[in-house]
């Protein structure tokens, strides 16, 4: 028997947002329907931190018994920051955090947490462009540095307070950032960017860390490689040398705070394989960390892996397949010692709601295209498919494709995918080209007027269909973000492949969505798109709302009020269209979401519906 919608909306799920040099790990629990702050002991007493009206992330102050809480109001994506002193009588509503950072204006995104001191990423000076702010936590007193219109993903404060590292968004090329410092001697007002690599390079560079001595600077990059590996700058010598590389898959590392280790991560076509190094110049492989399933470690900013201040134990979050998602504690202030050294602990155990029922396994399948790629693919289908019990949908099948553009489908665990397969359907989760996690030459495959190329990529997929045991003419898109425009231009553009479309919170036309994002959003969107300005017909022509009237395929649309990167004017206009031409599309809003579905009561209805409407246009 399989896991049905209904029990798979009720699992609980869990991540890791940090661990303190007492071995308590700060994570996130969805129990109550959003995720929300507990601590767990090392002793594995769980205490329940925060009931906020929305989903919350946090991190330790070091040193203190405190945490920096990140929350927004209904997706809108403005996040404010808070403090939250531990322990505790009780659990914090939003009345109980002491303000910190506040302008419901603008939004703060928390970057890094020193002892004594925070820095964080607004748009407050013009509400485009971010500076990052440093802020000390006793006397509150602010240190803005402005260094011109840019689009910072990550700060890091050196250890002796000299520099701060941050990664640049390129102005350009998409999917790419280079990595500069700035010299906090040099007196406010004077700051400037110095490039560590170059500002113009393709290249895409992240989890930044400094070394003890604030001597050298760790990250990883594929600066000059198809693939991204560790790299170190060393700032004396203001020279880069590569620790651990791969050339076949990307490399991910995290430096422990005594700059000793690197736990690496190597993405095996979306499952995360785990090692750890010795992070000396030539980086030497210490031991394998087995994972308790297959599944993926990385997660968005602020859930990545957290070294404890002693270096001694790692927190990190996993989901996959048979994993829903689980909080990990690894102790590795034993390794070198006769017992093996390293240990991993579950600290959480979703998977205990499946009972006896199995989830559905990927299998990995490579599916040509007519210009000759291939597209990475994982296909979901139950055991008993073909069981009489199934027939209804046992041929019938949903492409699932990830937003992004540059993003990955991985091998973690989806509510939908899951619950589709379980219904009948087989699942197709495709990376098609502009997808991250194999290489550079892929996610740029798409960039700008080569979007439509991505768009064929489906055709390729449905091409497949029978090799599945598929009837082609029972097959239907799912998608949310990028990957609704994906699910609108399919149906667009390819108008008798595909019998229905689920989209969720996607963009109808790029010339829209571009005009009407989220002001500090566009001049980052137009890097991958195209821009306004020099490529307005482009846009246009490749934006599923010009075709409407070769869409005939029934749509089902779900999108958030509160969406601050694809606007709710997005969905609306499509449903318009589509119901004034007699077509069958329905169109749900959530007045308390943004970019997506946080909560578990919109996630249960919307997922309902939507999944009678396929049931409907595939059984």
């Not at 139950?382 to 099948?397: N, V, Y």
């Not at 229905?500 to 010339?511: E, K, Q, R, T, Y």
């Amino acid at each position: 028997m399989g896991l049905d919608l209904n029990r798979l909306l009720e699992l609980r799920l869990f991540k890791a947002f940090d661990v303190d040099e007492s071995g308590r790990v700060l994570a996130g629990s969805d129990d109550t329907g959003s995720t929300q702050l507990i601590e767990i002991a090392d002793d594995g007493t769980v205490t329940p931190l925060t009931a906020l009206p929305g989903a919350c992330t946090g991190r330790y102050v070091p040193g203190q018994r405190a945490v920096i809480v990140s929350h927004d109001q209904d997706g809108n994506e403005r996040y404010q920051l808070s403090l939250l002193r531990l322990p505790r009588e009780n659990v914090a509503t939003g009345d109980d955090l002491e303000p910190l950072v506040r302008d419901p204006r603008y939004i703060h995104t928390l970057a890094d947490v020193a002892p004594g001191r925070i820095c964080y990423l607004t748009n407050r000076r013009n509400g485009v462009a971010f500076d990052p702010v440093i802020r000390d936590l006793a006397d509150g007193t602010e240190r803005t540095i402005n260094l011109g219109d840019h689009w910072f993903d990550e700060a890091v404060i050196s250890p002796d307070g000299r520099w701060l590292a941050l990664t640049v968004a390129s102005p350009v090329t998409a999917a790419a950032a280079h990595v500069a410092l700035v010299d906090l001697t040099i007196p406010p007002g004077g700051e400037r960017l110095v490039p560590v690599t170059p500002p113009d390079a393709p290249a895409f560079n992240c989890v930044l860390a400094w070394t003890p001595g604030s001597d050298a600077l760790i990250f990883s990059s594929n600066y000059d490689r198809e693939f991204t590996a560790v790299a170190r700058y060393d700032l004396a010598a203001n020279e880069l040398t590569w620790l651990v590389t791969d050339d076949t898959a990307d490399l991910t590392g995290w430096l422990s705070p005594d700059g000793a280790t690197l736990l690496i991560e190597r993405n095996d076509d979306g499952a995360s394989e785990l090692a750890l190094y010795g992070a000396a110049a030539a980086g030497h492989k210490i031991g394998d960390l087995p994972l308790p399933a297959v599944g993926t470690i990385s997660s968005p900013r602020l859930a990545d892996p957290k070294w404890a201040p002693d270096s001694r134990r790692l927190a990190l979050s996993i989901s996959g397949p048979e994993l829903p998602g689980d909080a990990l504690l690894l102790d590795v202030g034993l390794r070198g010692t006769s017992s093996g050294g390293i240990q991993v602990r579950r600290l959480t155990h979703s998977a205990c709601a499946f009972g006896a029922d199995a989830p559905v396994l990927p299998e990995q399948h490579r599916v040509p295209a007519a210009d000759g790629e291939t597209v990475p693919c994982h296909v979901y289908r139950r055991p008993d498919q073909g069981k009489p019990e199934h027939a209804d949908l046992s041929c019938s099948a949903v492409l699932v494709v990830h937003g992004g553009p540059e993003g990955q489908a991985r091998q973690d665990f989806d509510v939908a995918v899951q619950a589709l397969a379980g219904a009948g359907h087989t699942v197709l989760v495709p990376n098609v080209r502009g997808s991250t996690g194999y290489g550079k030459r892929w996610y740029t495959a798409d960039d700008k007027h080569r979007r439509l190329d991505s768009v064929a990529d489906l055709a390729a997929l449905h091409a497949y269909l029978p090799k599945l045991g598929v009837d082609q003419s029972r097959a239907a898109l799912w998608g949310g973000s990028y990957g609704g425009y994906m699910v609108l231009a399919g149906l667009a553009f390819q108008p008798g492949l595909w019998a229905a479309g689920v989209d969720i919170v996607g963009m109808a036309s790029l010339v829209t969505f571009l005009e009407n994002t989220s002001a500090y959003r566009r001049a980052y969107r137009e890097r991958e798109y195209g821009t306004l300005a020099d490529d307005r017909e482009f846009l246009r022509t490749a934006s599923p709302l010009t075709h409407i009237d070769d869409i005939t395929a029934p749509l089902f649309i779900i999108h958030g009020a509160n969406d601050p990167r694809v606007p709710l004017s997005e969905a609306e206009q499509i449903h318009a269209a589509m119901t004034a031409r007699g077509r069958e599309c329905e169109l749900l809003v959530y007045r308390d979401e943004g970019h997506g579905l946080t909560k578990r009561t919109n996630r249960a209805d919307a997922m309902s519906r939507a999944f009678a409407f396929l049931a409907r246009h595939l059984g």
